[in-house]
């Protein structure tokens, strides 16, 4: 099987870009056959690229018999194509591409091992395996330009405020918070770990740039199989210095606001496309806050559920939840007892100065005051049974005018599968990792 090979041709326009302006004009396309169509004297291809599709159209008599033979693509083979833009309303965008020549640079198999014709949708793991495939239908094109535009206007959020984005480590020493959910690494001749989090290097570094910022990576050696946990996550993780709390729930909740108006501003037509421009909605700010102590009292009054104070909240007590509570939400003040040796207690030592932001019954944030004094670090990370000696690096920085700080972490895996609806995590990351999928 032999190929074209792309020469001297480059792409002068992506398809979004072919629009009634450009009636009359050459242009060069490349992309993929979404759908081709043989009504005898006529063929439709649907190209597709990052952006959009566009038909191209071929007639028997206005084309050349050669072009109109070597027209007969299959799904998905990736092509050129160059050609003259004129005015069809039942094309896709009111636009169409008679062809003058075409360059078939690769093919694929009879049968593509998914539906990539949307008409159904494949079963999620088969389109794991194919992802690359799979990752070039619509619903996903939809799904991972609306991660784009949450990632673009995070960014364009914190910075505006004076934040600072930062890189921190994925190798490290020691466990970040405790707890045995890491992945241990050899690093030359010792042991390392994959982090499990950014939250000590940023508290750190809220001692240096005030505002500190970063979108990345962490792992969490979690053998958890359910539809709202992966092994590797990509966390917002952001600190501010001098402030509690209260600074950063005013922050957070004015990111989420931002955020979804960014979104339903510029990509519209990508929640269409999900069938969420009615339910991907903007929410108002303030949000709704609940203490702990009222979630369990609602929970216990309401729906007969109780839970034992200084427990967490069971995923089948969030459910509930989420039927009263179904849009965004804080609960803080949590028990000082489950909650990270960084976190600062209340004026009421039992509980902590602690929050999560709740999407119903989804968990998308934890946040809270973290403690600046060194020895208040000390007998904190004593009393949760961790060596104060391992987290020796962390502590020493405390010796040097920390400042009070605050922060969170917010999933963003989590966050899209919620504003694109998706029924399963694994569909918001490109390429996910669970206990059972290290591939592709």
Not at 50 to 66: A, C, H, M, N, P
Not at 260 to 269: A, C, D, F, P, V
Request: hydrophobic share 40%; aromatic share 12%; charged share 30%.
């Amino acid at each position: 099987m032999t190929f074209e090979e792309i020469g001297e041709w480059r792409k002068t326009h992506y398809t979004v870009e072919i629009t009634p302006k450009l009636v009359d004009r050459e242009v060069i396309l490349g992309g993929w056959v979404r759908n081709f169509r043989d009504l005898g004297g006529m063929r439709f291809i649907i190209i597709q690229d990052k952006f959009g599709e566009r038909q191209i159209t071929l007639k028997k008599g206005v084309v050349s018999d050669e072009l109109f033979e070597k027209s007969k693509m299959g799904y998905q083979y990736c092509f050129m194509v160059k050609g003259i833009v004129k005015v069809f309303k039942a094309a896709p965008g009111g636009i169409e591409i008679i062809p003058s020549e075409f360059k078939i640079l690769n093919r694929t198999p009879e049968k593509l091992p998914i539906d990539m014709s949307g008409e159904t949708i494949s079963e999620l793991d088969l389109r794991l395996n194919n992802r690359a495939l799979d990752l070039r239908s619509k619903r996903n094109q939809a799904i991972f330009g609306i991660r784009g535009e949450m990632l673009n206007a995070i960014r364009k959020f914190l910075l505006e405020r004076n934040f600072t984005e930062v890189t921190t480590p994925k190798i490290i020493g020691s466990a970040t918070e405790g707890g045995t959910e890491l992945f241990p690494i050899m690093y030359f001749d010792k042991e390392a770990f994959l982090t499990q989090s950014a939250q000590l290097y940023k508290e750190q570094l809220s001692g240096v740039y005030e505002r500190v910022f970063e979108i990345s990576p962490c792992f969490r050696a979690e053998k958890s199989r359910t539809k709202r946990h992966i092994c590797e996550i990509f966390v917002l993780d952001v600190e501010l210095a001098f402030g509690d709390m209260y600074d950063i729930l005013k922050i957070l909740e004015e990111l989420v606001y931002y955020v979804i108006e960014q979104i339903r501003k510029n990509q519209m037509s990508l929640l269409k496309c999900l069938n969420m421009e009615k339910k991907t909605i903007l929410p108002e700010i303030p949000l709704e806050r609940y203490k702990y102590d009222e979630i369990i009292e609602l929970l216990d009054t309401k729906y007969n559920m109780d839970v034992e104070w200084g427990e967490d909240i069971s995923t089948e007590a969030y459910r509930k939840l989420g039927e009263q509570l179904q849009y965004y939400y804080y609960i803080t003040h949590w028990p000082m007892s489950i909650k990270p040796f960084y976190i600062m207690p209340s004026k009421e030592a039992k509980y902590s100065e602690s929050f999560d932001l709740q999407m119903g019954m989804l968990e998308l944030t934890s946040g809270g005051t973290r403690v600046h004094n060194k020895q208040q670090l000390i007998d904190a990370l004593e009393s949760k049974g961790l060596n104060p000696k391992s987290f020796e690096s962390h502590l020493n920085v405390f010796d040097y005018g920390m400042p009070p700080h605050a922060g969170f972490g917010l999933g963003i895996a989590r966050w899209i599968t919620f504003l694109c609806g998706l029924d399963d995590i694994r569909e918001a990351v490109m390429y996910p990792r669970t206990p059972d999928r290290l591939t592709p």
